[in-house]
């Protein structure tokens, strides 16, 4: 199974880089986790954010894998605590399905990324930088690895 983070954006700072970097490489081959960048659309001065919106969607929606389980990371959708998510990622590795997490731009997920996606997921009523998502979720992923495999990294 490879775990696809399919996010908006593509320039990003050298500590969100390093801090996502840091826990993708530290997954086994058995759930690789894989960063796919997709360009925001433009906002300039007077900008249509609903087109660049729109436009960040079909980007997304265009890069996930055939036949992966979508899930897209939205505030509106269902929060897991650590133990919830180790047993979704239980799930997810007997069904052998890649699975492809979405994260939104500056404005959030376009609609029709949230009315594709399997699942909906919050990481938190808080609202985050989508930026400081990819390290956040790589942590999460990461977390949830280390307590299905009874690894001291989780410490619960």
């Known amino acids: 199974m490879k775990i696809h983070l399919l ?4 320039r990003m700072p050298d500590w969100i880089k390093a801090g996502y970097s840091e826990y993708a490489k530290r997954l086994p081959r058995e759930c690789a986790f894989n960063l796919v960048e997709i360009p925001a659309g433009r906002r300039e001065a007077n900008a249509d ?9 079909e980007r997304l929606l265009a890069a996930v ?9 939205d505030e509106h959708g269902q929060e897991w605590s650590t ?5 979704q990622m239980s799930g997810w ?9 979405l994260v939104g731009g500056p404005d959030g997920l376009a609609a029709p990324c949230r009315a594709r996606a ?25 977390r949830a690895w280390s307590l299905l495999h009874n690894h001291p990294y989780h410490r619960a």
Do not use: C
């Not at 996010?7 to 593509?10: D, E, L, Q």
């Not at 990481?123 to 390290?135: A, E, G, Q």
């Open 7 to 10: 996010a908006v954006g593509v």
């Open 118 to 142: 399997d699942r909906l997921w919050s990481l938190s009523r808080l609202t985050l930088p989508h930026l400081l998502v990819r390290v956040v979720v790589a942590e999460q992923i990461y």
């Open 65 to 73: 894998p055939t036949g992966s389980r979508l899930i897209a990371l």
């Open 49 to 57: 954010v609903a087109r660049a919106l729109r436009e960040e969607g």
């Open 83 to 87: 133990v919830e998510l180790a047993q």
């Open 93 to 101: 590795l007997q069904e052998g399905r890649d699975i492809s997490l």
